[in-house]
């Protein structure tokens, strides 16, 4: 247990319907990262917070999805209107903003839209 | 961000020494090297980082020679429960973004 939770652990949800995961990084840390996961690769970026400030997107973070860290502490990535495409493993992680620092992960989210 | 390169997967069996080499030629005078370990349906583990020449710690050792452009992760003695995908990257210096490959699967055998 590296000290990041993440909730749910696992989703089943029909295409079209929305979802929404949350994630409570370490309690000092004021960085945060989600990442993607599919089958056999490795984690993929999205989009990192310095406190409550969304400082990084990636591209592969389309207007479907929308993380918040309202306070600098949790924070929530939602998909709406999910598609199968989006299936897959949902892993945050949490770091302090220090050269040298590494990232914990937590355990992730699966996601499967059927 | 430098690009790596590692086998796509190896075999050992216990109580063997496992060495992965990763190599990585662009590698930016100020990243460090990172390697993390992800085991099924978790979440990556971080394993250990290093700048240069060679760290230790109390599970693995990583080897750095003085042009950076490689490293070799060193597990001694492995065992089953260190079957896992294994993955080095440059630059997980913690504020940056972490860019994974598709990692190295190791499978331990009895």
């Known amino acids: 247990d590296t000290g990041v939770s993440q909730d749910p652990r696992h989703k089943i949800t029909k295409r079209g319907q929305n979802v929404t995961f949350r994630c409570d990084p370490i309690?000092?840390?004021?960085?945060l990262y989600w990442y993607r996961q599919t089958l056999g690769q490795g984690p993929e970026f999205l989009t990192y917070?310095?406190?409550?400030?969304?400082?990084?997107k990636s591209r592969l973070l389309s207007d479907r999805f929308s993380a918040e860290r309202p306070k600098g502490s949790f924070s929530t990535l939602e998909i709406q209107r999910t598609e199968q495409g989006d299936s897959a493993m949902y892993l945050c992680?949490?770091?302090?903003?220090?050269?040298?620092?590494?990232?914990?992960f937590g355990p992730g989210t699966r996601l499967l839209v059927l | 961000l430098a690009k790596t390169t590692q086998p796509i997967s190896m075999d050992s069996y216990e109580g063997q020494e496992v060495n992965i080499t990763c190599s990585h030629n662009?590698?930016?005078?100020?990243?460090?090297i990172t390697w993390y370990q992800q085991f099924p349906s978790q979440g990556p583990r971080f394993i250990i980082q290093?700048?240069?020449t060679k760290v230790t710690n109390e599970v693995a050792s990583l080897f750095i020679p003085a042009d950076r452009k490689s490293s070799t992760l060193s597990l001694p003695r492995v065992s089953l429960s260190d079957t896992a995908v294994y993955y080095c990257?440059?630059?997980?210096?913690?504020?940056?973004?972490?860019?994974f490959g598709a990692g190295t699967r190791l499978a331990v055998h009895p």
């Open positions: 992680a949490s770091s302090p903003s220090v050269v040298g620092e590494t990232q914990y």
């Open positions: 309690s000092e840390h004021n960085r």
């Open positions: 917070f310095q406190n409550e400030a969304q400082l990084e």
């Open positions: 662009n590698i930016a005078t100020n990243d460090y």
């Open positions: 290093g700048y240069k």
């Open positions: 990257l440059p630059g997980g210096g913690g504020y940056n973004k972490l860019i």
